[in-house]
């Protein structure tokens, strides 16, 4: 038995117990919220970065295809004329921005990150200048696996 003075010594003790409790598991919601938080927003930093990434690519495509000099130089190269050693560099590098911004849709289209349709869509219009006498020695040239599998995608289509 308790007395009256030990018993409410006992009920405020419970009572801070309960409190506690109470606290602990607050405290652990609060974590469980932060963390779902902080998994929306790494997400959404991942699908930004993808984003960017694709743009890269198509930047990349962009900008040395639709300057004038690789048109020059790749029919120039196709009619089997020579090029001077500045035109020689110039297309080398010409085709390796080209060839870089489709291995970058490349590698994005094998991890999923690129539909399916723009993807064939990308290769099957731009396979032509892909296969050409200026890009295709080039993109062979390339070292690293991801590049010899483009290579392969390249002679295959």
């Known amino acids: 038995r ?3 003075v030990e018993f409410e010594k006992r009920r405020i003790e419970m009572s801070v117990e309960a409190i506690g409790s109470i606290g602990e598991i607050l405290g652990a919601l609060a974590v469980l919220v932060s963390l779902i938080y902080l998994a929306k927003q790494i997400k959404h930093s991942t699908d930004v970065s993808k984003v960017t990434t694709y743009h890269d690519g198509i930047g990349q495509i ?9 048109a020059r130089l790749a029919v120039k190269i196709e009619s089997g004329e020579n090029l001077d050693p500045f035109e020689k560099n110039y297309s080398a590098n010409l085709a390796t921005a080209f060839i870089f911004g489709h291995e970058i849709l490349y590698c994005l289209y094998n991890k999923g990150q690129v539909d399916e349709d723009l993807w064939n869509n990308i290769i099957v219009n731009n396979i032509p200048y892909l296969r050409s006498d200026m890009v295709l020695p080039v993109a062979k040239q390339r ?15």
């Open 2 to 4: 308790f007395t009256k």
């Open 62 to 70: 962009l900008q040395s295809g639709l300057n004038p000099e690789f």
């Open 143 to 157: 070292l690293g696996s991801l590049s010899e599998d483009f290579v392969r995608l390249i002679e295959a289509s």
